[in-house]
């Protein structure tokens, strides 16, 4: 069974920093685009980042543009999200998700077949 494993959820003071890690079986970095999503309570899921397999072209959502950076580590199987300049509006357990299915990555979780089981981000003074 393929798993993807979130890391480096936490709670920081507005303005703070924190990097997610998403480690991923050997290899299918390779082959997967790899998505960080968000959830808050009572909101819907919401793409944050993304990149893709091929390329490694990225996207990003327009309210963290600028603020987060995803990159990965091939060699670490391992996908990170740094997340800079962080608002309370950013409190969320974010996941990693994964698919073959598109040869481009995109923010819409309904692409992606391969979850993570979440990290609870807290953004609070």
């Known amino acids: 069974q393929v798993r993807l494993v979130e890391s480096g959820g936490g709670l920081v003071q507005p303005g703070g920093s924190l990097r997610l890690s998403c480690a991923a079986p050997?290899?299918?970095?390779?082959?997967?685009?790899i998505g960080w999503f968000r959830q808050a309570p009572g909101k819907e899921r919401e793409g944050v980042s993304c990149?893709?397999?091929?390329?490694?072209?990225?996207y990003y959502a327009d309210s963290v543009k600028g603020r987060f950076t995803i990159s990965r580590d091939h060699a670490k199987n391992t996908v990170y999200l740094q997340m800079n300049s962080l608002k309370p509006e950013d409190t969320a357990v974010y996941y990693c998700?994964?698919?073959?299915?598109?040869?481009?990555?995109?923010?819409?979780?309904?692409?992606?077949?391969?979850w993570g089981q979440g990290t609870q981000v807290t953004v609070s003074s």
């Open positions: 998700a994964a698919n073959n299915k598109f040869l481009y990555c995109s923010g819409d979780s309904y692409e992606y077949d391969i």
């Open positions: 050997p290899f299918l970095l390779d082959y997967y685009n």
């Open positions: 990149i893709s397999s091929n390329d490694g072209s990225t």
